[in-house]
């Protein structure tokens, strides 16, 4: 580990657990409630559901679009199920998180995500219990983003530390590298795809 890390800070999704539960609840119990609501047929749901999630990203830039009450509100859903309750039945973690377990007997282990509070504490059921420290999501705690500068800014003051005392593992090149970097952070790239460029393939290339 680089000398004069004592925390390390982890994304979550696709660096912690699959995306499985997020793929099932966007793109699959989102439009069927919008289908169910409006009795369409469930592929004009998708074609309409997509349409407004690709809007609400890219063109409006809504932080708010990570979270469900959002699109509930957004869509008027009349929310017959638990969402929360369902992507945490089809979250599925990677083989490798009890190395979590033994970082946090050495080091102060953090997680930094955009995924909204409620999606992400519904995610934090099938992981080790009482391993992180402290949990950030960027959307509801910080009402951003990790492209944003500012947001990591907010999370160092968080962490009460400086850049060169944190080491940030994700999947993602700009979010999880490139922009903590600019802060002194120790950004390292998680790639568990063999054939991609990354720092690590595996958590256990930490504890190793």
């Known amino acids: ?10 994304d979550l999704d696709n660096t912690l657990i699959t995306d499985d539960g997020d793929k099932h609840l966007w793109n699959e119990l989102i439009p069927n409630e919008y289908a169910h609501d409006r009795d369409i047929p469930l592929e004009q749901a998708k074609k309409e559901v997509y349409a407004a999630y690709y ?3 890219h063109i409006e830039h809504a932080n708010e679009a990570k979270q469900i009450h959002y699109w509930v509100n957004r869509l008027q859903l ?19 998180v009890n190395t979590l377990e033994a970082l946090a007997e050495h080091y102060t282990v953090t997680l930094f995500t955009n995924s909204s509070r409620g999606l ?4 934090l059921q099938k992981l080790p219990s ?3 420290d402290k949990t950030i999501s ?7 983003n990790k492209r944003n500068h500012n947001a990591w800014l907010t999370y160092l003051d968080d962490l009460d530390t400086r850049g060169e005392h944190v080491m940030h593992i994700g999947d993602r090149v700009i979010d999880d590298v490139q922009v903590p970097s600019r802060l002194g952070i120790k950004g390292r790239l998680l790639n568990r795809d063999d054939d991609q460029t990354g720092d690590y393939t595996s958590l256990h290339d930490l504890k190793d």
Request: glycine share 4%; hydrophobic share 35%.
């Open 138 to 144: 960027a959307p509801t705690d910080y009402n951003s």
């Open 1 to 10: 580990m680089d000398a004069g890390v004592n925390i390390i800070s982890f």
């Open 120 to 123: 992400m504490e519904a995610k």
């Open 55 to 57: 809007h609400a990203e």
């Open 78 to 96: 009349t929310h017959r199920g638990d969402f929360n309750e369902a992507l945490a039945d089809a979250t599925t973690p990677y083989d490798d």
């Open 130 to 132: 009482n391993v992180f």
